[in-house]
């Protein structure tokens, strides 16, 4: 396999969620209930693989047991129904900009939450350890920033608009507590995606059929966003949907982001495993503020970047904690190995690394002393 295909990979997925995000934003500055569309959405993904999880899966599907069923029914709630309401009324409150810089903490949170059910450990002697813990710091920071600290607006790249919106659609919200509360439903929207993330890795242990599994949990998440649409729209002239940017947008998510987007994000993860992804999405933050202020007009604010800037250093700080512990993991293993199998020659790296590591919580056990 060519070297550049994960590279080519990642970049693609990254334009597929700027796209999302932004053309998402441009449908909900046109008036689009935010609610209705994760149902529009969930309901064209659903069309597009349950007929694909029927043909090659049909022998499977009677393996589908009622506590199995159970368990994705609140899957599908918490991941995909919350997670992606509360995403979308997050962008109709708030930016493009600021749920693709808030995203950036979807892996830490995934982490304190693996940290809380024992599923991680952190090694405060050690300099991973201490690198997950100003992670997480930064990240806090991160949100908070963008949060309580608007800044001077920055000037659009371009003036024409791709998408034609209210006038008022460009302009920042001008209620702190619009805005605040636009940037904690999109963490809250990390944390049930985060939990999702989780949860789905047990289930798959029980039930390893992806395919099934993600298909049960579309359809699943269908019924359930038409209730809470229902609920949060109950004038059903406005779910009409028009030959216009509300139409491609629930095309677009529902067929591109869940149909092609998952699966190259599975294909990717294959490949190079999911810190190599996770790396990329700094890129989307970069990507969507660009594209939300050159197509849609909209106002970045200093805040918003600042504490993308931060949500970002935490992000790799991280991922470089868990690179880290992973490659003195293996190379112990390694080494063990070697001992066993009679090897007089140890690995180099392995030797190299842990030593270096056992010199980092010797010296940080000296300061602790001290």
Known sequence: MDTKTPYILAITIVAIYTGMYVISKAAFNQGMNSFVFVFYRQAAASLLLLPIALVLERKNVQSLRLGLLLKLFFLALIGNTLGMNFCNASVTLTSATVASATSNSTPVITFCLALLLRMEVVKFRSSSGIAKVIGVALCLAGALTIAFYTGPPLRPINHHRAFRTPHHASKAPTSRGTWVLGTFLMLLSNVTWSLWMVWQAALLKEFPNKMLLTTAQCVLSTAQSFVVAAVAERDFAKWKLRFDISLLAVAYTGFVVTGVSYYLQAWCVQIKGPVFLAVWSPLCFVLTTFCSSSL??????????????????????????????????????NTVNGVQDGQEHKNPQAAELGEREREEETSMSAVKVV
Request: glycine share 16%; aromatic share 8%; net charge positive.
């Open 296 to 333: 849609l007009g909209e106002i970045v604010h200093l805040g918003s970047i600042v504490g993308g800037l931060l949500l970002v250093c935490g992000l790799y700080s991280v991922l470089w904690g868990k690179s880290r512990e992973s490659r003195v993991f293996e190379c112990r293993a």
